[in-house]
Each structure stands twice: as C-alpha cells, then as structure tokens.
C-alpha cells in the first residue's frame, strides 16, 4: 500500500528556474493539499483541491501553481523559484467522509527543496 | 493569524518521564483536534485525535486532554522513551469542512534522553 508519494525527494534549484513537484496517491481519496514546512513555522497550506478539476488557494500561494486532471495526481509548481521557496514540502490527501476517519490526513514522505 | 497556538517550542524529558505539550485554539467552530508525529526525514502521520465530547482520550501511552471552556488541548505522553523522541504537531479542523483543512500549530520538538 503505497498511500501518498511525492517525488523528487531532494532538488535543488537556481533562482528563477522552474520545477514540479509530483504527487500521487492510491487511496482513492478526493481532496488533496500541499503544505510547506518552515522551522518555527510548523506546516502552512500552499494549495488544496477537494476533487478533480476542482483547485483553490490556501494560506502561502504565491509563486505556486496546481491542477487536478485526476483524482490520483495534484502537481505542485513553482513558476519561477526563489531562495524564500526553500522549504520541505508535503503533499497530503484524505477522504471526503465525515466520520471518524473522514478528517485524518495522510502525508506524503516530503520533498526538500534548496533554492539558490 | 495563527489559529491554533502550541507550546513549548521544544521539550526535553528524561527516558520514564512525562511529556506535555500544550495548545490553544480561538475558533469555537472547531470540532477535531489531532495531534501528528513526525520524526525525521519523514512525513507528519496522525498520533491521536479527539473530539470535544470528550474531556479525555486515551491510546496506549498517549492521552489527549480536552478543555473545551478553556479552548486548550494538551498531550500527554506517559513514560517517554527516547523513541518518542519527534516533533509533535496539534491541528483543529471542523467535521465536514469541504476544505478538509487542518489548522496546525507550529511543533514541539521533544527529545527523550536516555
């Protein structure tokens, strides 16, 4: 059971170069979202979809980009990459249910990213 | 603004002690508190959750503490072992959010010495 798996696992990156991060689950799961991890920051949400086609912005969009043409797959990427994007990224998915397994989240084992 | 307020920034306890990490939480329309572990070089998975019928879970060595007058949270981690050693993370979210959004609060980092 592979759950959620991101690649690359590390990259580095020039200012102003363009990358993307994949994301791809088995779970079947309807949303999916991509968080950035910050020391001291804990994990902020950069993008979310709630189901393929369907995409919106979380609390650090800027400079990220995203689409869902499938419900296995949600991209993360960077238009043109800033040292500020230095980050380790997760990309995490869950089910759409209510119950008592609808709201946990599974993460990705993360993608570490060094912008020069 | 932060939504969820998580305390302290890091903890050392030693091999038997108990840990507590503590947090707090403004919007009253959350309704599922998590809490995530994360060791390093991996993913944060979920440790323990409850929801705020309860004043207590508890799972093995792990107990959650709920304070819904005082919008606080806490976890307990009964005789630390230096494999607990991670950072832990507290979330809130609301049940049916179509988001299915957490809020996460900024980590502890606990080390457990031997």
């Known amino acids: 059971n592979a759950g959620v798996t991101q690649t690359p696992k590390f990259q580095v990156l020039k200012t102003g170069q363009s990358m993307t991060l994949q994301c791809a689950q088995d779970?079947?799961?309807?949303?999916m979202s991509w968080y950035r991890q910050d020391p001291g920051m804990g994990l902020r949400l950069i993008h979310y979809s709630v189901g393929a086609g369907i995409t919106d912005q979380g609390e650090v969009p800027n400079g990220y980009n995203v689409s869902r043409s499938t419900t296995e797959d949600f991209p993360l990427r960077l238009l043109s990459a800033a040292p500020s994007q230095t980050s380790v990224y997760f990309c995490?998915?869950?089910?759409?249910?209510?119950?008592?397994?609808?709201?946990?989240?599974?993460f990705g084992e993360g993608s570490w990213l060094t912008v020069v | 603004q932060q939504q969820v307020k998580q305390s302290p920034q890091s903890l050392i306890v030693q091999k038997g002690g108990i840990s507590i990490i503590n947090c707090a939480y403004e919007n009253t329309a959350f309704d599922y508190f998590p809490w995530y572990q994360q060791f390093p070089g991996k993913g944060p998975a979920l440790l323990i959750a409850?929801?705020?019928?309860?004043s207590e879970k508890k799972e093995g060595r792990f107990t959650i503490s709920f304070n819904k007058s005082a919008k606080q949270f806490s976890l307990h981690i009964m005789d630390s072992q230096p494999g607990d050693s991670a950072t832990y993370f507290c979330a809130a979210s609301t049940r049916g959010s179509t988001l299915g959004r957490l809020y996460f609060g900024r980590g502890t980092q606990l080390t457990v010495w031997p």
């Open positions: 779970m079947n799961h309807e949303y």
């Open positions: 409850i929801r705020p019928d309860v």
């Open positions: 995490a998915s869950r089910t759409g249910g209510t119950g008592a397994s609808g709201n946990t989240i599974y």
